[in-house]
Nanobody
Framework: VLLQAFGGGLVQAGGSLRLSCAGS????????MGWYRQVAGKERELVAS???????NYANSMEGRFTISRDGANNTVWMQMNSLGSEDTAVYYC??????????????????????WGQGTQVTVSS
């Protein structure tokens, strides 16, 4: 599975950016796709996620400014980011999760959950 993220860049405070992430290599839709971000020296944090059924989840500080959307059939996710501030400067990572069922030699099913990450795209907001 490969996740390719696009759309980062330099923007002035108050401006907008749109991130895209295209997933490939999976025969089925990812259970969820989303975006995390990380600032040097800090932990990676959730920005927003969306399930294959369209349910969304946003971090508190992003809700109302960021909008996540998805083309489930093609495993592509977008995030529109508006009213950007310097606090939004970070590397943004695309994320995808996939649950599958595996069977052992006795045909006993087990649930497998895999998490995938894209390469990260830098977003810099100048004040």
């Amino acid at each position: 599975v490969l996740l390719q993220a696009f759309g980062g860049g330099l923007v002035q405070a108050g401006g907008s950016l749109r991130l895209s992430c295209a997933g490939s290599g999976s025969e089925t839709s990812f259970d969820s796709m989303g975006w995390y971000r990380q600032v040097a020296g800090k932990e990676r944090e959730l920005v927003a996620s969306i399930t294959k059924f369209g349910s969304t989840n946003y971090a508190n500080s992003m809700e109302g400014r960021f909008t996540i959307s998805r083309d489930g059939a093609n495993n592509t996710v977008w995030m529109q980011m508006n009213s950007l501030g310097s606090e939004d400067t970070a590397v943004y990572y695309c994320n995808a999760e996939l649950t599958s069922i595996e069977y052992d030699i006795r045909l006993v099913p087990t649930t497998r959950r895999d998490t995938y990450w894209g390469q990260g795209t830098q977003v810099t907001v100048s004040s």
